[in-house]
């Protein structure tokens, strides 16, 4: 029982600390380059907004879903992709 509940205090630990740690690492930058880009506020840079993008899309959208994600962006900016 004791085990049992020591393992779900860690997991519960495990996933607060995970996007906190997360977000420490982010650059700022990123914020106001995915929100401008952005326009829709979907969470997803998409459909026309992706128009000043589509030079970059090959590289950007890693994943070929036809989205570029908040953490797909922040790896282009990251590495100099997107400056
Ligand atoms: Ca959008
Ligand atoms: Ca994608």
Redesign the pocket.
């Given at each position: 029982m004791s085990k049992l509940a020591g393992l779900a205090a860690a997991l519960a630990m495990s996933l607060v600390a995970a996007p906190a740690l997360a977000q420490t690492k982010l650059p700022n930058p990123v914020d106001a380059k995915f929100a401008a880009?952005?326009?829709?506020?979907?969470?997803?840079?998409?459909?026309k907004?992706l128009e000043s993008f589509k030079v970059q899309m090959a590289k950007i959208d890693t994943d070929k879903d036809g989205k570029i994600s908040r953490q797909e962006l922040d790896v282009a900016v990251m590495t100099g992709l997107l400056k």
């Open positions: 880009a952005d326009v829709d506020k979907s969470g997803h840079i998409d459909g907004e």
